[in-house]
T-cell receptor, first 116, second 112 residues
Framework: GAGVSQSPRYKVAKRGQDVALRCDPI?????LFWYQQALGQGPEFLTY????????KSGLPSDRFFAERPEGSVSTLKIQRTQQEDSAVYLC??????????????FGPGTRLTVT | SQQGEEDPQALSIQEGENATMNCSYK?????LQWYRQNSGRGLVHLIL?????REKHSGRLRVTLDTSKKSSSLLITASRAADTASYFC????????????FGKGTKLSVKP
C-alpha cells in the first residue's frame, strides 16, 4: 500500500516568505508527527496529532510555526516569515495507533526547505 | 537539545564484517527504537525493543537494551554494501507522550 507522502519535496523560500508543507499519512493511521532534521543531525520532534487533536506542540520552535490536521488525515505545517535558521528537512511520520512514541512510526521522504 | 548520543559517529567496515553501534539516552522510556536513513531519504523503522526486554533479534539485526545504564546497542551481522546508511536510535514513550527522542546517528559505510 501507499506510504507516507510529503509535498513539495524541495522548497526554496526567500527570507520573510510564508511556506506550507503537506503530509499525507498512511490511510487509517491515528497518530501523525512532524520532525525537523538539520544537516548531519537526528530528527527533532515538533508536534503530534491524534486524529484531529494536536496533543503536543512542545517542540515547535516559535509562534511562527503552526500545524493543523483538520479532518484527522492530511496535515499541513506552516511556517510564517521564514528565517535562515528554518532551513532543514521537515519529516512527517504516522503511526497506526495513539499514544505517540509507544509504537513504530512510518516516515515520509521529507521536505527540504532552504531559506535564502 | 534533548538528543541522546550515538557512538561511534562514523563507522567504516568491509562487507561480511559485523557492525556495532551504541546509543545512550537521557529520559525514562517505554521503548527504544532503531531507524535507518539512506542519504536524502526518510527514515525506515528497523526494530523496537520494549523497556522490559533485554535483547531482541530480527534477521541480521540484534538489539540489546540496558535500562539501568540507559543504553542500547545495535549489531548488524554479515554486513552488506546495501547496509550503508545512517542509523538512529530513538527513545519512545518518555515524558511527552508524542515524543520520539532521536540520537545524532551513526554513519555506517560498508565497502564491497
Amino acid at each position: 500500500g501507499a506510504g507516507v507522502s510529503q509535498s513539495p519535496r524541495y522548497k526554496v523560500a526567500k527570507r520573510g516568505q510564508d511556506v506550507a508543507l503537506r503530509c499525507d499519512p498512511i490511510s487509517g493511521h491515528v497518530s501523525l508527527f512532524w520532525y525537523q532534521q538539520a544537516l548531519g543531525q537526528g530528527p527533532e520532534f515538533l508536534t503530534y496529532f491524534q486524529n484531529e487533536a494536536q496533543l503536543d506542540k512542545s517542540g515547535l520552535p516559535s509562534d511562527r510555526f503552526f500545524a493543523e490536521r483538520p479532518e484527522g488525515s492530511v496535515s499541513t505545517l506552516k511556517i510564517q516569515r521564514t528565517q535562515q535558521e528554518d532551513s532543514a528537512v521537515y519529516l512527517c511520520a504516522s503511526s497506526l495507533v495513539g499514544q505517540g512514541g509507544f509504537y513504530e512510526q512510518y516516515f515520509g521522504p521529507g521536505t527540504r526547505l532552504t531559506v535564502t | 537539545s534533548q538528543q541522546g548520543e550515538e557512538d561511534p559517529q562514523a563507522l567504516s567496515i568491509q562487507e561480511g564484517e559485523n557492525a556495532t553501534m551504541n546509543c545512550s539516552y537521557k529520559t525514562s522510556i517505554n521503548n527504544l527504537q532503531w531507524y535507518r536513513q539512506n542519504s536524502g531519504r526518510g527514515l525506515v523503522h528497523l526494530i523496537l525493543i520494549r523497556s522490559n526486554e533485554r535483547e531482541k533479534h530480527s534477521g541480521r539485526l540484534r538489539v540489546t537494551l540496558d535500562t539501568s545504564k540507559k543504553s542500547s546497542s545495535l549489531l548488524i551481522t554479515a554486513s552488506r554494501a546495501a547496509d550503508t546508511a545512517s542509523y538512529f536510535c530513538a527513545a519512545g514513550g518518555g515524558g511527552s507522550q508524542g515524543n520520539l527522542i532521536f540520537g545524532k546517528g551513526t554513519k555506517l559505510s560498508v565497502k564491497p
